[in-house]
């Protein structure tokens, strides 16, 4: 119940407050600073939210994707490895978990995505079950897909990009094959924009800092290559490492082991704090609201 009045009041304010509006950045500063501390006590795995990319690249490209597929190499996850991963965690978490999600990149472009719902919905019977779309490849998405969404309760998370795409046609296919779709930050209500978090290649900046006023510190976390990441730019950095030759360091203090630690607890208190790469994320220069665009691949898409 509480979740379901929580959500109709940001919805109610979403409609009324443009995410490009001053009023919305002078409240957005204010709850990030209201709850910096709250939120870093630890969690518990029935709390946390776990990514896990299907692909790296995508058929759209977004300009300031924080997991900066636009330059991110062609790769499709194996399933032998998300399986073993997925094993490992439901070791450690008791299969537990608030959400596991299916994202990249566009998910969709994985050939064996029904096999992923499988083993996420084996290793986690009853967590909330969502992969992460734009939405673009639904309309031709095969009957395998539409049929392990529905065996798997799978949720259907689309997020709605200003540019031409069915949805009613989409939303009439969800219904036929009895799957919940739903719309990625209410972007149903609101038109799509980003946020730009720069990125400091001296690593000067206050890492302690930077971790309480990230919205995505110790809640959304992703696993990926037997690591649990505390959010998608420590786990992808490598790209913007290969393409634009940089040297942002992810050292071992970044990031949890699954395979190497043998404690929920341990993983989980390691979040309670800020890890090195915080101290490359300037957060008190983050932008929101900006209007949608596709990326040209430059490095002032995320380097200051």
Not at 12 to 29: E, L, T
Not at 88 to 108: A, H, M, N
Not at 155 to 169: A, D, F, G, L, Q
Not at 262 to 289: A, E, M
Request: hydrophobic fraction near 35%; include cysteine.
């Amino acid at each position: 119940m509480k979740n379901k009045v929580s959500h109709r009041i940001t919805r109610f304010f979403r409609r009324i407050i443009p995410y490009n509006s001053f009023i919305y950045r002078v409240f957005y500063q204010i709850y990030i600073r209201l709850f910096a501390f709250s939120k870093l006590k630890k969690k518990r795995p029935d709390q946390i939210d776990v990514q896990i990319h299907a692909v790296e690249h995508c058929n759209l490209g977004c300009k300031w994707c924080n997991a900066f597929s636009p330059i991110a190499d062609e790769k499709f996850a194996k399933i032998e490895e998300i399986e073993a991963d997925l094993k490992r965690f439901s070791e450690l978490t008791g299969s537990v978990l608030r959400k596991l999600i299916v994202s990249g990149g566009e998910p969709l472009l994985h050939p064996r995505l029904h096999d992923i719902f499988e083993c996420a919905r084996k290793y986690f019977p009853d967590c909330v079950l969502e992969i992460i779309t734009n939405g673009l490849l639904l309309k031709n998405a095969p009957d395998t897909f539409w049929k392990s969404c529905n065996e798997n309760d799978v949720t259907i998370s689309v997020t709605r990009y200003p540019i031409e795409n069915n949805t009613e046609k989409i939303e009439l296919l969800a219904k036929s094959h009895h799957v919940k779709l739903v719309y990625q930050d209410d972007t149903d209500i609101r038109e799509k924009t980003m946020y730009f978090t720069p990125l400091d290649p001296s690593g000067k900046q206050d890492a302690a800092s930077s971790y309480r006023l990230c919205y995505m510190s110790n809640y959304c976390f992703v696993l990926e290559n037997g690591r649990l990441y505390t959010c998608p730019t420590v786990a992808h950095i490598e790209f913007i490492n290969k393409y634009f030759k940089q040297d942002f360091i992810v050292s071992e203090h970044d990031y949890a082991d699954i395979y190497q630690m043998t404690n929920i607890d341990d993983i989980l208190s390691r979040f309670q704090k800020s890890i090195p790469f915080c101290r490359y994320c300037v957060k008190r220069h983050r932008l929101s609201g900006l209007n949608w665009a596709l990326s040209e691949k430059d490095m002032t898409e995320c380097i200051c």
